[in-house]
Structure formats: C-alpha cells, structure tokens
T-cell receptor, first 111, second 112 residues
Framework: DVKVTQSSRYLVKRTGEKVFLECVQD?????MFWYRQDPGLGLRLIYF???????EKGDIPEGYSVSREKKERFSLILESASTNQTSMYLC??????????FGEGSWLTVV | DQQVKQNSPSLSVQEGRISILNCDYT??????FLWYKKYPAEGPTFLIS?????DKNEDGRFTVFLNKSAKHLSLHIVPSQPGDSAVYFC???????????FGSGTKLNVKP
C-alpha cells in the first residue's frame, strides 16, 4: 500500500511565523503535490514537484514555497503565515501512473 | 475559473437506493477522470477512474459514466450504504498527468 505521511496533523501558529509542513512518501514516487482544501473551493494546487530539486507553481502559489531535497520528502513552507492561510493542507504523490495518493492532511490555524 | 465543477454541494439518499453524483468540466484536453472519497479529518482516498476512451467503468457498487460530448461525468453508487456518507470529489487530468483539477466536492449523506 502507498503511504503518504504528513508529520503534523494539527498546528496553531501566530501571524508572521514561519511554518513548515512536512510530507514523506514511501513508494519512490517521482511526483509530489501540495493542495489546500477550503469549504466550497475543493482542492486547489499550491505547488508540485516532478523530481528532486524540481518544482512548479500550481494555481495558488502566492505566500508559499516548497523544498524537495530528497525524492521521498516534499516540504511546504509558509514564509510569514497569515490568517487567510488557515486551511487543511494535503500532500499527495504519484508515480508515472494515473492515480494520486493523499496523506491524511494537516490542519493549520493561523491566529 | 474552475475547470471542474460539482454543482451540488450536498445530496441526501436513503440506504439501499442509488446515489448519483455529478461533475462537469470545461477543458476538452482532459482525458482522465477520477473520483475520490473523503471522510472528515482524513485525506481523500481514490475510488474509481475512467479514461476518455471509455464511457463507463464499473467497480463493485461504484460505476462512473463519462459523456465526452457533454463534458459530464457521474458516479453511481448502488446500493448506497451509510458508510458511503462522505464528501466526494471528482478530478480531471490532461495527457501529461502532472496536474489534477478537482471539483469543489459533494457531501453525500446516506440515511439508514
């Protein structure tokens, strides 16, 4: 079974803090993704990576950056957290096939 | 502009009956479609998919229908069970499969 693990399930951060969300997958997948889920808006793509040290912007990259130093790990960084970044963040991965696999999600509240 | 739309935010169905969840898309380049199921506080789990070369794909109680001319797909669940109560997302992808576009989700409630 594919395993995508998000290390932090629930976080509360203050406005202006730097936030790291970590994601690890154990299936040697080339592609990894970060989405956020908001009510009524579905899942929106923030960034994705198709290889180590490679990244591409998704649909809502503003206020975020990513890091992929190792194939199994994809980190989402909020340089200066703001209240409008309060959301559920979902990491996902896939290989060359057609299905993406999600982690359990990280609930971030910015106060 | 959303390229994948689920116009029904919620659906309520009696146990044992059919649930039909709908999804529309605008991009004619999409050629692969997926449905995901999501319980609260969990990540989405893959349910079923369909390629644009087919118009139907079936897996147990779940069937996905694709109407390319209408740019419409639907998920049928028969018979519906209380454990099917969840949010269902449809997703679409173009040939390179590196980007998936998701709808806003439909919350299904199956009443016992």
């Amino acid at each position: 079974d594919v395993k995508v693990t998000q290390s932090s399930r629930y976080l509360v951060k203050r406005t202006g803090e730097k936030v790291f969300l970590e994601c690890v997958q154990d299936m040697d997948h080339e592609n990894m993704f970060w989405y956020r889920q908001d009510p009524g808006l579905g899942l929106r793509l923030i960034y994705f990576s198709y290889d180590v040290k490679m990244k591409e912007k998704g649909d809502i990259p503003e206020g975020y950056s990513v890091s992929r130093e190792k194939k199994e790990r994809f980190s989402l960084i909020l340089e200066s957290a703001s209240t409008n970044q309060t959301s559920m963040y979902l990491c996902a991965s896939k290989t060359s096939g057609n299905t993406i696999y999600f982690g359990e999600g990280s609930w971030l509240t910015v106060v | 502009d959303q390229q994948v739309k689920q116009n029904s935010p919620s659906l309520s169905v009696q146990e044992g009956r059919i649930s039909i969840l709908n999804c529309d898309y605008t991009n004619s380049m999409f050629d692969y479609f997926l449905w995901y199921k999501k319980y609260p506080a969990e990540g989405p789990t893959f349910l079923i998919s369909i390629s644009s070369i087919k118009d139907k794909n079936e897996d147990g109680r779940f069937t996905v229908f694709l109407n390319k001319s209408a740019k419409h797909l639907s998920l049928h669940i028969v018979p519906s069970q209380p454990g099917d109560s969840a949010v269902y997302f449809c997703a679409a992808s173009a040939y390179n499969f590196n980007k998936f576009y998701f709808g806003s989700g439909t919350k299904l409630n199956v009443k016992p």
